[in-house]
């Protein structure tokens, strides 16, 4: 009796397929029935439904950055001030012109992606550690728009932001909000997969991958870019709104520098140019944070001095992590998970 051992494609469809089996198509849609199942199991947790509602707003913003960074191959250091233009937008405009939330939400998304195609002009003379500074630059004149602005931004005082409302149905909850949250969350990640799929997303990697090459053959290198920054800026611009929406209050802290590194380290922790591996990335880097302040909280009462100490330690770890995966799983989660599924799609002949 033959026994089939592997997956084999015979057409240029089947090899592009966003679902390559039966089974996988199985797991993904049982995936996101239990995501649906979820907030009722745990709806008497609000801490719990506001790590998953985080997570979900991560993991849209993330897939903005991999598609530049990891798609593209054009490294940036605005990322976090790019998610606050969103949040910015969508909350002034909700605020002054009683505008409809989805109708903020898609403002929010395309200023942030006219913000960072602006700040992504320099990229076509510039690369590697030269435009991560460029983007620096973006981040702290960002930053400074946030504080100075006031009669936009609120300044350092913070700008109230208006529950999400569609149709008069008010998300002002935790749970309620989990359901909005994952609705654009799954949309995001069908636009960004589908994209990584089309004529532009085989630019963007033709770029990351040879852009001499990719210019020789016809590629505009400029055109490109400044869509890859584009489409990357407002995925963050779509994720800042959600945020603005659902903590109700935002300031500029909550998009400085250090906001814009993590989210560098999501990417790279879940894997450069991979859709699950933002979505691993954004999972890990947020559920950390709380892993850790759950153990401290475990040896507080022997260790009081961990409480105070917990904000170093943290940052620390974080670092710790990042030169760990670049040492040793420098591919990201997103490796490791294709490793473990061709075992055993060759299974029994793994070997």
């Known amino acids: 009796m033959a026994i089939k051992c592997g997956v084999f494609k015979t057409t240029y469809e089947d090899d592009m397929a966003i679902w390559q089996t039966k089974a996988s198509k199985f797991w993904l849609w049982l995936f996101i ?10 709806q008497n947790s609000k801490y719990l439904l506001y790590i998953a509602n985080t997570v979900l707003i991560a993991v849209i913003a993330t897939l903005g950055l991999n598609i530049l960074t990891g798609f593209t191959g054009q490294i940036s250091l605005g990322h976090g001030a790019f998610i606050g233009v969103g ?24 200023v942030t992606a006219f913000v ?10 510039l690369k590697g550690l030269y435009l991560a500074i460029a983007t620096l630059a973006a981040q702290v004149i960002l930053e400074f728009v946030f504080i100075r602005w006031r009669a936009v931004t609120g300044g350092n005082q913070g ?21 909005l949250a994952l609705a654009f969350t799954i949309l995001a990640v069908l636009i960004a997969k589908n994209i990584v799929r089309t004529k532009p997303g085989r630019a963007f990697m033709a770029i990351r991958d040879r852009y001499i090459s990719a210019e020789i053959i016809g590629v505009p ?4 870019k400044l869509l890859s920054f584009g489409i990357s800026s407002f995925f963050a611009g779509v994720a800042g709104s959600l945020w603005a929406h659902y903590i109700g209050i935002i300031t500029p802290e909550h998009f400085n520098i250090m906001v814009s590194v993590q989210y560098l380290s999501m990417i790279i922790i ?3 140019g991979s859709i699950y591996g ?4 954004a999972t890990f880097m947020t559920l950390l944070p709380e892993v850790l302040r759950a153990i401290s909280n475990l040896f507080a009462n022997k260790f009081p001095m961990i409480v105070d100490l917990f904000g170093a330690i943290r940052e620390g770890i974080f670092g710790l992590v990042i ?3 670049l040492i040793f799983e420098p591919d990201g989660l997103a490796a490791r998970w294709r490793t473990i599924k061709n075992y055993w799609k060759l299974w029994p002949f793994s070997y």
Do not use: Q, W
């Not at 602006?118 to 003379?125: A, E």
């Open 323 to 325: 030169v760990l995966f």
């Open 270 to 272: 879940g894997g450069l």
């Open 221 to 224: 290198l400029f055109r490109y």
């Open 87 to 110: 949040a910015y937008t969508s909350g002034y405009l909700m605020n002054t012109f009683h505008l409809p939330f989805l109708l903020c939400v898609l403002a929010g998304g395309f």
């Open 116 to 125: 960072g195609m602006i700040f992504g002009i320099p990229s076509l003379r």
């Open 33 to 42: 029935i239990s995501l649906f199942i979820f907030p009722f199991v745990f």
């Open 159 to 179: 700008l109230l932001v208006e529950p999400a409302k569609i149709l008069g149905y008010a998300f002002n909850s935790d749970f309620k909000f989990y359901f």
């Open 278 to 281: 933002s979505i691993m990335g």
